[in-house]
């Protein structure tokens, strides 16, 4: 049995990202060094991309260029093309209780990628950076963008990382206690953004439960089925 390595340099970079605060931590011999940093930076740079490329605030996004009839889904880039089709995907696997096509202030449906593609997009930045980080030797990564985590160990001889599920009722309360080396949490609720999350078969806020949260090996899925879970 390997006994723990408790330590290894590590160190956690933190961003502005979509809205809400992304941080990467590493834990490895080259943590705290310049290759690392720049490979973090790096993921960085391919979540902001992704940000401008999938923005439904943002009013010259290509994603809200499509959601206003300015531009079609059918043009779009292949990276739109990629996650519209994941989230046909979502809708059969929930039954409907996902849906990228929700009702806009007109109650037309209109493109709504958000439900997957944070998700998506952080799965798609941690797998880029752990290729990089190769190069470097065993390292291990985790990455919290605002709740949601993907993990990642290359390492044998490091703990498990430790995940806190909060309270929904109070956040300075812990619901649960999750040790995990490779795969990811995510949760749905309304304690951080109020009433935001769509009931597709009714048009109205979803409101039964505080939160939902589900444990699996891809960020993507869980984050669809922890809303799918919210609404039903």
């Known amino acids: 049995m390997t006994t723990p390595v408790?330590?290894?340099?590590?160190?956690?970079y933190v961003?502005?990202?979509?809205?809400?605060?992304?941080s990467i931590h590493l834990r490895g011999p080259h943590a705290?060094?310049?290759?690392?940093?720049?490979?973090?930076?790096?993921?960085?740079?391919?979540?902001?991309?992704?940000?401008a490329m999938f923005s439904t605030w943002k009013p010259d996004s290509p994603v809200s260029r499509i959601r206003d009839g300015r531009d079609q889904l059918s043009d779009a880039h292949p990276r739109i093309r990629?996650?519209?089709?994941?989230?046909?995907?979502?809708a059969h696997r929930t039954g409907g209780a996902f849906c990228a096509w929700l009702p806009g202030p007109d109650s037309r449906p209109r493109f709504d990628p958000t439900g997957l593609v944070k998700g998506w997009a952080v799965e798609q930045a941690l797998d880029g950076l752990v290729r990089?980080?190769?190069?470097?030797?065993?390292?291990?990564?985790?990455?919290n963008a605002g709740g949601d985590?993907?993990?990642?160990?290359?390492?044998?001889?490091?703990?498990?990382?430790?995940?806190?599920?909060?309270?929904?009722?109070?956040?300075?309360r812990t619901l649960q206690r999750l040790e995990l080396r490779t795969g990811a949490v995510a949760t749905s609720g309304t304690a951080a953004r109020g009433q935001h999350i769509t009931d597709p078969g009714t048009g109205a806020p979803a409101t039964e439960l505080l939160s939902a949260t589900v444990v699996g090996p891809s960020l993507t899925w869980a984050d669809v089925y922890a809303t799918a879970a919210f609404v039903l």
């Open 82 to 90: 990629h996650v519209a089709a994941l989230c046909e995907l979502a």
């Open 15 to 22: 961003a502005q990202i979509m809205g809400l605060p992304v």
């Open 32 to 51: 705290r060094g310049l290759t690392a940093a720049a490979a973090i930076e790096r993921a960085f740079d391919a979540l902001r991309a992704d940000d």
């Open 6 to 12: 408790l330590d290894l340099p590590r160190r956690a």
């Open 132 to 143: 990089r980080l190769d190069e470097l030797g065993d390292h291990d990564v985790l990455i």
């Open 149 to 172: 985590l993907a993990v990642h160990c290359r390492r044998t001889d490091t703990p498990d990382w430790v995940i806190a599920v909060e309270d929904p009722r109070d956040q300075r």
